[in-house]
T-cell receptor
Framework: GAVVSQHPSWVICKSGTSVKIECRSL??????MFWYRQFPKQSLMLMAT?????????EQGVEKDKFLINHASLTLSTLTVTSAHPEDSSFYIC????????????FGEGSRLTVL | DQQVKQNSPSLSVQEGRISILNCDYT??????FLWYKKYPAEGPTFLIS?????DKNEDGRFTVFLNKSAKHLSLHIVPSQPGDSAVYFC???????????FGGGTRLMVKP
């Protein structure tokens, strides 16, 4: 199946710094990518829908100024956690579809963020 | 309000037996349901799906059953293997295509 890759897999940062997580579709073009967040022992919560060439659509309760999403090309979306705080520590997962909203979703490996 | 619920946070099964994971949903607009398997520190991987026009879909050891009137679906794994030990998420989507709503997950442990 299609491959979606995330980088970095693990990141530890100091409180107040910004962290960028990349999500790449390796063998297909993704017009739409989704970013999820998972707290320990909880479900995956959709944060935002990333649309190539346009602004991301954020879910209710997600601060768009804190979680900056850029989808500059058909194979790359980035999530930047700005001015990170310990409560932002979480597992962030991206997913992408090879056929827009109608296609099967493929998930990245996830990125674990720990903010000290 | 959780639209997709997995009421059992964990399940332990003996190798070779059947594993049954359950999922309930409340949104009648959901018309496509999926099961994902997730290992620690990894992203979910797709397992099996079912459209609302069907009530059963089978793929090898995995079978998903859908009861629309009860808004309930279940995943059966027969026979269960130790390698099946993971967290299983059910997910649902509606008119918005593949924008998924996930359940809370069930941790399956298959004992040798």
């Amino acid at each position: 199946g299609a491959v979606v890759s995330q980088h970095p897999s693990w990141v530890i940062c100091k409180s107040g710094t910004s962290v960028k997580i990349e999500c790449r579709s390796l063998d297909f073009q993704a017009t739409t990518m989704f970013w999820y967040r998972q707290f320990p022992k909880q479900s995956l919560m959709l944060m935002a829908t990333s649309n190539e060439g346009s602004k991301a659509t954020y879910e209710q309760g997600v601060e768009k100024d804190k979680f900056l999403i850029n989808h500059a090309s058909l194979t790359l979306s980035t999530l930047t956690v700005t001015s990170a705080h310990p409560e932002d520590s979480s597992f962030y997962i991206c997913s992408a579809s090879d056929r827009g909203l109608a296609g099967e979703l493929f998930f990245g490996e996830g990125s674990r963020l720990t903010v000290l | 309000d959780q639209q997709v619920k997995q009421n059992s946070p964990s399940l332990s099964v003996q190798e070779g037996r059947i594993s049954i994971l359950n999922c309930d949903y409340t949104n009648s607009m959901f018309d496509y349901f999926l099961w994902y398997k997730k290992y620690p520190a990894e992203g979910p991987t797709f397992l099996i799906s079912i459209s609302s026009i069907k009530d059963k879909n089978e793929d090898g050891r995995f079978t998903v059953f859908l009861n629309k009137s009860a808004k309930h679906l279940s995943l059966h794994i027969v026979p269960s293997q130790p390698g099946d030990s993971a967290v299983y998420f059910c997910a649902a989507s509606g008119n918005a295509g593949n924008m998924l709503t996930f359940g809370g997950g069930t941790r399956l442990m298959v004992k040798p």
